[in-house]
């Protein structure tokens, strides 16, 4: 989970809610909304508190920038007068306001200003980029260790194919008589049924890297999920990974251009992968 730095609620509660409701880490929209709008129904007391917490500042952020001080401070003025400020398009200049509807639960809602509202139509792309830009600065700066900061932010669900990869693993298997046997478990594969795993998991790399992928079995792929393995494995992966390039360095493997570049991004040789184990 990304770190929005030592103060921030978000990712406790996050991890609070994907904890208490049994949700997966790569849940779809629809789904979150519908399960939160249920225990909200419910009036669930853990949701409308972190809700609450969450509301207390977010919404009128981008609002202080149109904002007399004394209402930032919340010198001189009454929660209500304050409440009618972000509420009432008459005394709010900002590009937006903010109001509870009637319903129950009662949502929070957004007017746009009309004064705003042409100049967010005609620049959504380079206002949206703009935002997600400056969210990956702000989280790199606080994740130092973490790829594709971006990928993670747009949470793309859909992965892609690993046929090429596939292609390869399977010429693997032919040259060893279909004899492999799992980096986890040494257990053995069977050619015909197998797995291919994200060593260290997709939902951290979002990237599918040839040196990063291994074959194992399904039983096995299905307990590990998501979890990070035990850096003994490494040693055994390093190997598996050594054979496939001696393979393709004597034409015993094909390789698409896409698996090459892997390698050679990897270890930044020439057009020829060459690796030495002293």
Not at 13 to 42: G, P, Q
Not at 47 to 55: E, K, P, R
Not at 144 to 153: C, S, Y
Not at 206 to 230: A, G, H, R
Request: net charge positive.
């Amino acid at each position: 989970m990304l770190n929005f730095g030592i103060g921030e609620k978000l990712s406790t509660a996050a991890f609070e809610l994907k904890t208490r409701y049994n949700l997966s880490i790569n849940e779809k929209n629809d789904t979150l909304l519908k399960v939160f709008e249920e225990k909200l129904k419910s009036k669930d007391a853990v949701l409308t508190s972190t809700v609450q917490q969450l509301l207390k500042y977010v919404p009128v952020k981008l609002l202080k920038n149109w904002t007399p001080k004394g209402i930032q401070s919340q010198s001189g003025y009454s929660k209500k007068e304050i409440d009618e400020f972000y509420s009432e398009p008459s005394k709010n200049m900002g590009p937006y306001t903010l109001s509870l509807s009637n319903s129950r639960p009662a949502r929070l809602m957004v007017q746009l200003n009309p004064k705003f509202a042409d100049y967010f139509v005609i620049n959504l792309l380079i206002l949206k980029d703009f935002c997600y830009y400056n969210l990956v600065l702000f989280l790199e700066k606080r994740n130092p260790g973490v790829p594709n900061i971006a990928q993670k932010i747009i949470n793309k669900l859909d992965r892609d194919s690993l046929a090429k990869q596939k292609e390869l693993f399977d010429q693997y298997f032919k040259h060893h008589k279909n004899s492999m046997t799992s980096i986890y478990n040494n257990s053995l594969i069977d050619m015909n049924d197998y797995a291919i795993d994200h060593f260290i998991p997709w939902t951290f790399m979002y990237s599918d890297l040839i040196y990063n992928l291994v074959p194992i079995d399904k039983t096995t792929n299905s307990q590990k999920s998501n979890n990070l393995p035990n850096c003994k494995y490494i040693e055994k992966l390093a190997l598996f990974h050594y054979e496939l390039v001696q393979g393709i360095n004597s034409g015993i493997f094909k390789a698409k251009d896409k698996i090459v570049t892997d390698y050679l991004s990897l270890w930044n040789r020439g057009p020829k992968v060459e690796l030495i184990i002293p």
